[in-house]
């Protein structure tokens, strides 16, 4: 059952990926908005950019650890193929 509960939180597609980097950017901006309203000015502004640039890294990194994840379980299923020692010939 715990296990269960645990694959509920984990990223296991592209579009599952996707979602959860627009609700952080949605989130992010809204931040980002509401530091313009109270830092008026540039540093408002660069706040506001820190925000997103972290959305962006943030997303960068998730997707990359799908890519990494998906490369890892082919190059699994490649050695689970092929016998890890070769077979002794007989002399």
Do not use: C, N, W
């Not at 939180?9 to 313009?36: D, H, S, W």
């Not at 820190?50 to 890519?67: M, Y």
């Amino acid at each position: 059952m715990l296990g269960k509960f645990k694959r509920l939180f984990v990223i296991k597609t592209r579009f599952e990926a996707y979602l959860i980097i627009f609700a952080l950017a949605l989130g992010a901006m809204t931040r980002g908005a509401q530091y313009t309203l109270q830092y008026p000015g540039v540093g408002g502004y660069l706040l506001f950019a820190a925000t997103a640039g972290a959305v962006f890294l943030g997303g960068a990194k998730i997707l990359d650890a799908l890519r990494y994840e998906r490369e890892a379980r082919e190059a699994g299923e490649k050695t689970a193929d092929s016998p890890a020692v070769a077979p002794a010939e007989p002399k």
